[in-house]
């Protein structure tokens, strides 16, 4: 464990602090509501998962069970984006944030392959601006091509905090240069435009702290009072054996107002399987807030929020697993609700089928927590790199292998199985008595919220859907492979 203040990252004022984060109450009282295990009260998506602790639940109500993205049926608005597009919407001040390359170029002068960040006006579908990030140089070792932002941005006031292609962690104004002012004191921007970002302050994770990030930088960021949390996603070259940076973290906590670090954690070392893409979620288990992490050895470990101190930790591996035939990492984000946390393991999409393993963890517990910490262990679920969806006794949990699993929250026994027939990247999402749930032929199924299988309706979308649907003030956002849309019940778009 590392505590440091050593950075070359560029701070904000306090004035500009107290300016900007106009909302931090309401991001406390998402906190809250997050560590009760009840619905999401708030009526912006300001975060991947909603909410710290990841659990994807709405109180929206009126969201339609069908559209039809040809004829424009409940479709208000649809906006393009590149051809690969992972970064899930994130929907906060008016403005919707999504991740995607540059194939479908802005700015001449900001051509060619990129990770890009774009910002929408929500209410119209309007192009505001965009963040790129030019491809490292390395190549597919640390920045696969054309995979563009695969993070998902957490927005706090007017900030969006979110970890470009090239493992930067950004602050940037949600409002780009629309408000007419260059916010904080990173003035160094190159570009100026309505259409380009006002950076607040960067952190570099290859610079600062040594990551290597296997393939692809992509952690959403998290936050508890100050501090933010991220994935440095540090892990093997391609070699698929040398780790070059083991005793670089595996996840840090910054100084958000600043940018400084302020602790980090290596705890994975040389026993790194592959890469790290899991993302932290963060939530209060048995009065003591933590942040908890899936790591590249497979271990789940959890922090105290504050200190960085390790609490526990927990391997979703059984003992007799050999990495790659069984041992699986993880890569989907944990959920917290009342002080059980809930993960399943997997591997990257590209390694193909294979068993995993779904969990319900006491995070009350200390120290190796393999054993006394486990409260039921799911075997009938194949690898998986989903986040799983939590409401009235149900857990609802996809695969790779196509399955969609509901399953009894205080047993672990199945429910219902429903087969998709199509490998699943995205994560569930309850709201309004449905279930939402992508799949990467394009199809968003809508299921019936309940303890009986009941299909409602399969809409296509034209391409594959990899991101989760998300609800903001009356719609649901829906990311597909190269558009965004907005869906809202009574919307008629023109074909």
């Not at 008016?94 to 995607?100: C, D, E, H």
Request: charged fraction near 20%; include cysteine.
């Amino acid at each position: 464990m590392y505590f440091s203040t050593i950075s070359r990252s560029t701070g904000i004022s306090r004035n500009h602090v107290m300016k900007k984060l106009s909302l931090v109450v309401l991001c406390a009282l998402v906190a809250t509501t997050a560590s009760s295990g009840a619905g999401k009260g708030v009526t912006e998506w300001h975060m991947w998962g909603g909410s710290p602790d990841r659990n994807m639940v709405s109180d929206a109500t009126g969201m339609p069970s069908t559209w039809d993205v040809k004829t424009g049926e409940n479709i208000k608005w649809v906006a393009a984006l590149g051809s690969q597009s992972y970064g899930n919407p994130v929907v906060a001040g008016g403005v919707v944030l999504v991740g995607t390359n540059n194939e479908a170029t802005r700015d001449p002068k900001q051509a060619g392959d990129r990770g890009v960040l774009m910002a929408f006006r929500e209410s119209t579908g309007e192009f505001m601006w965009q963040a790129t990030y030019e491809k490292l140089t390395s190549g597919r070792a640390n920045d696969w091509p054309f995979q563009g932002i695969a993070s998902s941005p957490l927005v706090i006031g007017e900030i969006a905090y979110f970890v470009s292609n090239r493992g930067v962690v950004v602050a940037a104004d949600i409002q780009g240069f629309h408000d007419n002012e260059n916010d904080g004191e990173f003035k160094t921007e190159t570009l100026t435009g309505k259409h380009d970002p006002d950076v607040v302050w960067q952190y570099d994770m290859m610079e600062e702290v040594g990551a290597f990030p296997h393939n692809l930088a992509n952690s959403s960021p998290n936050f508890y009072q100050n501090l933010l949390y991220v994935s440095t996603g540090n892990g093997q070259d391609e070699s698929h054996v040398n780790i070059p940076s083991p005793n670089a973290p595996a996840i840090i906590a910054l100084d958000r107002t600043t940018g400084k670090l302020v602790w980090e954690d290596a705890s994975p070392g040389d026993k790194i399987l592959h890469g790290q893409w899991s993302t932290p979620t963060v939530g209060s288990i048995g009065g003591v807030v933590q942040v908890v992490h899936g790591q590249g050895d497979g271990w789940l470990r959890s922090y105290e929020a504050l200190t960085g101190k390790k609490l526990w930790e927990f391997d979703t591996n059984p003992k007799d697993a050999v990495w790659p035939k069984t041992r699986n990492e993880i890569i989907a984000t944990p959920v917290i609700y009342e002080d059980v946390v809930y993960l399943a393991n997997g591997q990257d999409p590209e390694h193909g089928e294979g068993v995993g393993h779904l969990y319900a963890i006491d995070g009350t517990k200390r120290g190796d927590i393999t054993d006394s910490g486990r409260l039921w262990h799911y075997t009938d679920i194949r690898r998986t790199i989903s986040t799983p969806a939590i409401k009235d006794g149900l857990l609802y949990y996809p695969d790779f292998s196509g399955f969609f699993h509901c399953i009894d929250l205080k047993t672990g026994k199945q429910v219902w199985k429903h087969d998709m027939f199509a490998a699943m990247w995205s994560s569930p999402m309850i709201v309004d008595g449905k279930v939402y749930l992508g799949d990467e032929d394009g199809d968003v199924t809508v299921f019936q919220h309940g303890r009986e299988k009941k299909v409602l309706n399969e809409m296509n979308m034209g391409s594959s859907v990899y991101s989760t649907v998300v609800t903001a003030n009356g719609a649901m956002f829906v990311m597909t492979r190269n558009n965004l849309f907005a869906i809202q019940l009574g919307a008629k778009r023109l074909p």
